[in-house]
């Protein structure tokens, strides 16, 4: 294979992320790298963790970013927190649920499974009946925006009925972050883990974790060591700490990590209720292009993450061809189904950089020609008119 | 805190790593993010496959980056190779011999130790003995070129031993690859771990490993799954696997795959035997300067990393306050010791992009400076003048 510079071609990033990274954060990504134990790197360190405390509304002292994409951060929650023989509580109702139910095993835990229909938020009545059937429980685990379903289910809801039966949460906020209400001390959640390359608009690779006291006391009162050196909190908080010295655990993400607080600075900068509310009105203008072009939203209404639009493929037409037209004439991409999902649904996502009025009116462009080119029965223009009505 | 765009001051990195990362390399980092799944990006993970391969000198199938930094290269070696039970002969001279220690126990294993002086090879003649003395071992793990000292050690021979002893290899070579001769192929090695942030000078964050085909028939006949879902081998190859078809398994950090695929092609640009050669040439000619100023090397000759040079600090010599004055005065980060030699030992890196004449230099007429400074009984020019010779 002849090898050669990569000039990778210039997508519109409109699936399940990662999403559009903007030109202030790759400028920030490509800046001189300097040693993981600067002091000036310290410095960003410091800043890092206090962008992230606002970005998951927390005055968690451990809330920092592990040095490698969202299933470490997964994995990060269960490692430390589950003990061999330890009950825990799993929602699954797509794919990441059933990832939870993967990382509890592997930590020689016990799962409950609490399934719902993929589409639908957790059943939180259905959370409840498991608590009080499982009064050993200790832990319940659950994903607030299902990335491979789009549904958003209620976290505040959860957490307070697991605390009320003295369990912990372990929370999974890798689409929600940014895009969706999250409150991480208002709602009393954990452990909660997120992404960089969804709503936050920053590159894939790191993701952000922040831990309550109570998820702390659990960790510090481990009868078994971590099973993980790498994720261990007891050593990597020697690093990530809040004393004035910091102890080597591992070579950070020196370059991830000037993206990432630049992408965390503009989430300041816009204001996180402003970030929340212009993905819900593009999320609404989206929806009613594409019901237009005769997709229906999975999730019912009530349940739908702003952020990430799974809808239905209309009968007869082709997932492959028609996301293969979209890449190939229009450099966009949009997201495949995931699971159950697979060919039979698209994910369409509007994160971050990527949830723009352009972007809306591009997709619905480009995705009416393509339809329309493969028969499908809709008058030009009918989908942007039907968004920006 | 106030909390502004952080613009990086613009250090010489001359420590254990990260070293300078060139502007072709982060030129690549910044190119407009794709997504993990995009035609493209699979066309570009193969490429990189292929030029790690030569980076490794292997045909291992199995050769690709972890999505972490080094520690996690590691545990992925040990989580998928080490069942519980094993035997593991891990011989420890230095940080990271003690790591894989750590790392054998959290997968259950029992671990055998070979101990040698910090600053020292791994003595051959011990590990034979351990192996003799231990015909039910399964595992001999050592790390090649120990970032804490300085020391190189004899991978060929280690790595015979074991075969001969029916023995599997694990081989730390986060410093060694692109700036030391290492040949896993030809030597036998078979897993084996990496960063990229040494002498291959790409951003630090991703970890390079390969396995042989014996390393994977054991991961693949375990009779236990893999403790970590993120790094369960099994699941990542569906990702990196060498089938048309890749199956998601998380989501790559894309970009700092465009900086690692600009790295490795640097690398084969300058030729692999022509890098050991420079780090070499210069490794010599720093060595020659530092006599001079009255620090000497560790390790001794014969166990020297070209890469990583550890060297004594003179009586009366304030470790932090000669780093400090180098970072604060002329911007040039040398690393500190670690473990044993912390406030004993300056570890000085030669590697990569780093590894230049202008930086030897650089480097002994700054420490002259202020070892003179501080009363160090030398004549001004005399470091470099003896490195040129």
């Known amino acids: 294979m002849a ?83 330890d009950k825990v509580i799993v929602c699954r109702n797509g794919v990441f649920g059933g990832r939870m139910l993967e990382n509890v095993e592997r930590c020689g835990g016990t799962a409950v499974m609490v399934d719902d229909a993929w589409g639908r938020a957790v059943d939180v009545e259905k959370v409840k009946a498991a608590l009080e059937a499982n009064p050993d429980a200790k832990i319940v ?94 050593l990597v908080t020697a690093y990530w700490g809040t004393g004035a010295k910091r102890a080597y655990h591992h070579t950070a993400p020196v370059n991830d990590l000037y993206a990432f607080h630049e992408s965390l600075l503009m989430l300041k900068e816009e204001g996180l209720e402003n970030s929340w509310a212009r993905h819900q009105s593009l999320h609404e203008k989206l929806i009613a292009g594409l019901t237009v072009l005769g997709l229906t939203v999975v999730p019912p209404e009530g349940e739908r993450l702003a952020q990430l639009n799974t809808v239905m493929i209309p009968e007869g037409i082709d997932d492959a061809t028609v996301r293969g037209r979209l890449l190939a004439d229009y450099n966009l991409e949009i997201g495949a189904g995931l699971g159950d999902f697979a060919g039979k649904a698209w994910r369409i ?41």
């Open 3 to 85: 090898q050669g510079q990569f000039i990778p071609p210039k997508r519109t990033l409109m699936g399940p992320g990662p999403s559009d990274v903007s030109q202030r954060v790759l400028d920030a990504l490509s800046r001189p790298t300097i040693g993981h134990l600067d002091p000036e790197f310290i410095r960003l360190m410091d800043e890092i963790k206090e962008l992230l405390q606002y970005a998951f509304q927390t005055e968690n002292a451990l809330t920092m970013p592990v040095s490698a994409p969202g299933s470490a951060g997964m994995e990060t929650c269960f490692v430390n927190l589950v003990e061999p023989g």
């Open 141 to 234: 685990a659950f994903v607030h925006a299902e990335t491979s379903t789009g549904a958003v289910s209620d976290a505040k809801a959860i957490a307070e009925l697991a605390r009320q039966h003295d369990c912990l949460t372990i929370v999974d906020t890798v689409t929600s972050l940014g895009g969706s209400e999250l409150r991480v001390d208002d709602w009393g959640l954990d452990a909660v883990y997120s992404g960089t390359q969804k709503c936050l608009s920053c590159i894939p690779g790191i993701s952000p974790v922040t831990f309550s006291e109570r998820a702390l006391e659990k960790a510090n009162n481990r009868g078994s060591k971590v099973q993980s050196w790498f994720l261990d909190l007891n």
């Open 349 to 389: 996502g509007l994160m971050g950089s990527a949830c723009t009025e352009d972007n809306v009116r591009f997709c619905l462009e480009s995705l009416e020609t393509v339809l329309i080119d493969l028969g499908a029965d809709v008058e030009k223009g009918a989908a942007v008119t039907a968004a920006f009505a």
